[in-house]
C-alpha cells in the first residue's frame, strides 16, 4: 500500500435503504454491460490487427473501467451497513437528516446526510464524511455552525430538522 493510500481515511460505512438499492441496481446493470462490451470486444479482435484497431482499443478500456467498478461494488457492498429508521431524538442532526441552513448572507440551503456511496450534491445529497456535515453532527435546529474552509471560516445557523423526505 502507498503511502497515499494509507493517509486516506476511510469512508463510512453507512448508507440509506435507497441508496442501497440504488447500488443493487446499478450492479445488476453493470453486469449486462460488461455482457454486452465482451461481445463487442469478441467481435472487435476478429477484425485483425489489434494495434490499429480503435473500436478494440475502445472496448478495452471500457471493459477494465467496468471490471474496476464491480470489484469496487463487491468489496464495498458486503461491508455496508443500511440505515433505514431515523434516531430516537429526531430533533438532532445524525446520518439521514434533512436539514436547511442558514448562511452569513442569509442565503438558505437544504440538503440530506447520506453515505458517501451516495452522495450527489445536484440532488441534495452530502456525504457524512464532509466537513460541514460532521460538524453539524449532534447539533439541532438555532445552532450555530462553524466550518474551516479554504477561504476561512464560515458560519452557518440551523433552521430545519427533518428525518421525513419533503
Given at each position: 500500500?502507498?503511502?497515499?493510500?494509507?493517509?486516506?481515511?476511510?469512508?463510512?460505512?453507512?448508507?440509506?435503504?435507497?441508496?442501497?438499492?440504488?447500488?443493487?441496481?446499478?450492479?445488476?446493470?453493470?453486469?449486462?454491460?460488461?455482457?454486452?462490451?465482451?461481445?463487442?470486444?469478441?467481435?472487435?479482435?476478429?477484425?485483425?490487427?489489434?494495434?490499429?484497431?480503435?473500436?478494440?482499443?475502445?472496448?478495452?478500456?471500457?471493459l477494465?473501467?467496468?471490471?474496476?467498478?464491480?470489484?469496487?461494488?463487491?468489496?464495498?457492498?458486503?461491508?455496508?451497513?443500511?440505515?433505514?429508521?431515523?434516531?430516537?431524538?429526531?430533533?438532532?442532526?445524525?446520518?439521514?437528516?434533512?436539514?436547511?441552513?442558514?448562511?452569513?448572507?442569509?442565503?438558505?440551503m437544504?440538503?440530506?446526510?447520506?453515505?458517501?456511496?451516495?452522495?450527489?450534491?445536484?440532488?441534495g445529497?452530502?456525504?457524512?464524511?464532509?466537513?460541514?456535515?460532521?460538524?453539524?453532527?449532534?447539533?439541532?435546529?438555532?445552532?450555530?455552525?462553524?466550518?474551516?474552509?479554504?477561504?476561512?471560516?464560515?458560519?452557518?445557523?440551523?433552521?430545519?430538522?427533518?428525518?421525513?423526505?419533503?
Amino acid at each position: 500500500m502507498s503511502a497515499a493510500h494509507a493517509s486516506k481515511p476511510a469512508k463510512s460505512p453507512y448508507i440509506t435503504a435507497e441508496g442501497y438499492r440504488v447500488l443493487e441496481g446499478e450492479t445488476k446493470a453493470i453486469w449486462k454491460r460488461r455482457a454486452e462490451v465482451t461481445r463487442a470486444l469478441s467481435a472487435a479482435a476478429a477484425e485483425g490487427d489489434r494495434s490499429e484497431n480503435a473500436e478494440y482499443i475502445y472496448r478495452k478500456k471500457e471493459l477494465r473501467e467496468i471490471d474496476w467498478r464491480i470489484r469496487y461494488l463487491q468489496k464495498r457492498m458486503p461491508d455496508l451497513r443500511i440505515v433505514d429508521s431515523a434516531p430516537t431524538d429526531r430533533a438532532r442532526i445524525f446520518f439521514g437528516a434533512w436539514v436547511t441552513l442558514s448562511d452569513e448572507q442569509d442565503v438558505d440551503m437544504a440538503f440530506r446526510i447520506v453515505g458517501p456511496d451516495e452522495l450527489d450534491p445536484k440532488r441534495g445529497l452530502v456525504s457524512m464524511d464532509a466537513p460541514l456535515a460532521r460538524a453539524m453532527m449532534g447539533r439541532s435546529v438555532d445552532d450555530e455552525v462553524v466550518v474551516q474552509a479554504p477561504g476561512g471560516q464560515k458560519r452557518y445557523w440551523i433552521l430545519e430538522v427533518s428525518y421525513d423526505s419533503p
